[in-house]
């Protein structure tokens, strides 16, 4: 049964052929030309259409004014057309031998209105008569990089272990391209919208029995099944470790999910209460979510809650150490034996040898640090280290950037495996353009390290967090 | 005696002449350097001095050898040198009628170590003897861009209503830059360190009675004198508003705050317990504080907690709703009424005339949403109005740009009186290049219109919350 229904959905992911219709021939651009401009920056390398009643062509390509004008076979259409002819489109598929058509268009059941909702049940009535899966309407569709299918041009191409299903296509753009800024890649993202034929518990099932899929993401508004959804959720988080973020917990959120893709959904209890369950990691925010795939994928899993904050700034030290212990982490003292190791070829003044480990004045010297590092290597009493850049502290942006490009540029190696435990680090970004770059670098840099990057100490200590609280009740449970 | 107190310490703001004493000679670029390039980039326009023993220049400027060299009076010398040093730099600046003396210089009680416990104690001793008040030692000392003082090069050179403590010069640092991006202006600036004269009671007390502080901002790790610091705390509260950030509220932040500054933390209970009784707006980081000071400045007070979001993105209206709805703000529905006027001339497909309303496919047709904003004026329903920017949601950096510079470049003429109701604007900042400059152009664009900016939903719910309670707690109060 499982596997029947994986390969149902399979062939979606591995189109043979794709056509665009509907594209916009406009000669101003638009934004769904985006469908067209993210399958060719991924390289996809199959036969693609266009199609359109105006006929002409997008730089060099051919528009058919009809679909059954186009010479091949098509597997899968990305469907543009205003939402009134929809219907028809879909028997125009039927023809052709479709077998899915993704419905990007938009003025279905969200909008709240009679007629709509009933265009919408005669869309899922018509594909199911003429066995053609619908993904959406309103909705985004596929990237999977694997196979070369992308709805953006600004998504990575190489792929990664985490698959996301989210409800919302600006959610998963936001997602995918935030989390790829951080290093974070992905087997499979499917924008699902409104949902008319394959729904959130399809998808799930997929995902869940995906071999390239290690982490699974959702962004679930409502659910069409509830009973079915809960057992393919328990199903996933046997193998799999699971994120979850609930749109609509609050009342007003809730009415703009109505408004958005017409799901009911549900309080906030009852999904809280699934998830601790179930072993899910339950984020509030995408940025969250962001801040725990970044944990789950880059930090290896620390033994404990006491960290080693190494960097620069007394004040920024007193803040990082609050920010860290009044999110469930602990900030432990250095012993003085320790310490004064490190004060033999450390000047006392301006730096402060205590966790945080204060070390403005010397951070230049980079026999230093690393002589540092080394010593605090023997102290058991950290589970892991993070070490940060705060830019803003600096009073000039020469500073900054010598000290930016000190650290992180060329100096020091800062990675995994510079310090026994696991390594992280917290770059915050700067709007000031003269910073803007070398702040840029030093994420680039880190990633390319294998680190962890966060943006402020608080979302760190957030994420890592949620991260070990999730291990420990794992633990638990097994 | 309030007067004689107040007429104590303004002295400081106003030197006729300042020394730098110890800048360094060193040809390479020296951090310490900054309080030359900001006294230079604000303007100073009275004598100033550099004295080193190594004598020579800096661009031109002559360097003294000693203080007793330098032809003018001195009111007020910047002391950089080695805290060896430090007690015998005060007598020689007793001979030469130096008023005060701010030292920078590090390596004090913050160390924990016996000898420069004592070598602090014995500068105050001298300083006590000799009759000159000393700002630190550890800390960087005044910015007052009316009296043309500053200690960074990056700081404004307007004043504004924002008085501000800090303990941490790091701190006072970050406050004033990342503020000043969103158009918070200051009257006084003072980073005062370990204390061992001049206190954060003396400080407040100054502040409290300064005509051009409107606002006094606080970081405090810890206080000299508990009973008196309190009576001011109370006398600041009645004519100021006054925001405070305890560093040092866990275990770990207040050990941080022993090796920083040397202070007696304090619980965050008893501190939080006074905030509440004096009625001042307590907060747990530094973004908090600006957040909240861009809210004092530049809201109009709502007179609810309803709000109207208007922007784009299905996706990303239900999870600005939810950050709303949970951090005590309202997003109320919009009427049928209101909402069939707007939908007369608006497509109902991609536009979703709800609260939020999710304006996407109508963004870019500047006349709809004059027109929609007119309608919605006519609503009661909404307290303030929130307007928003996420390009993180666009497929490509195109789209971004023309919805930033549609949005908010030329065309929609975005500004506090649009809209009956108070008006905002959340913007996201962007990592990418080649977003970041229309970014930063769209926040300077709102901040010259006179909107307070804020980086994400959660940070503008957060702070307008905290405003609001504390107006709500005032109202009671009186």
Redesign the interface.
Known sequence: MKNTRQHNLDFLFHPNSIALVGITTATT?H?TR?FL??LIEIEFNRPLYLVNPKGGEIEGRKIYTSLKDVPGNIDYVIGLV??QIAPKLVEECAEKGVRAIHFC???FS??G?EP?IKLESELAEVARRKGIRILGP?C?GIYCPKSRLS????FPKESGPVGVI?????????LV??AA?RGVRFSKVISYGNACDINESDLLEYLANDPDTKIIAL?I?GIKDGKRFRRILEEATKEKTVVL?K???????A???????AALAGSRATWDALCKQLGIISV????EMIDVLVTLLFLPLPGGRNALLFGA???????I??????RGL????IPQEIVAQIREFT????N?????V?Y??AMMNTEGVLKTFAILSSWDGADFLITFV?T????????SETWVENLLMSKFPIKQGLFPKPVAMVIE?S???EE??A??AA?HSSIASGLPVYY?F?TAANAINLVLTHTERQSKKF
Chains 1, 2 share one sequence.
């Open positions: 651009w934004w985006t401009e993210g205003n939402a268009t938009a003025g969200e909008t209105e709509r309103n985004m709805f953006s041009p600004a989210s409800q919302s296509g600006g959610n998963s753009i936001y391209r935030q800024l962004y508004e973020l749109g609509g917990a609050t009342e007003g959120g009415r703009a999910v109505a408004g958005h893709t509030s925010s995408l940025e700034g007394g004040g920024a030290s007193v803040l150490a609050d920010e860290f212990e009044s602990k900030v432990p003292p000047p006392i003044a301006g402060i040898l205590r966790n945080p204060d403005s004045q705060r803003g502290q600096f009073t000039s942006s020469r500073i970004p709007l000031m353009p803007a770059e702040i840029l994420i402020s608080a």
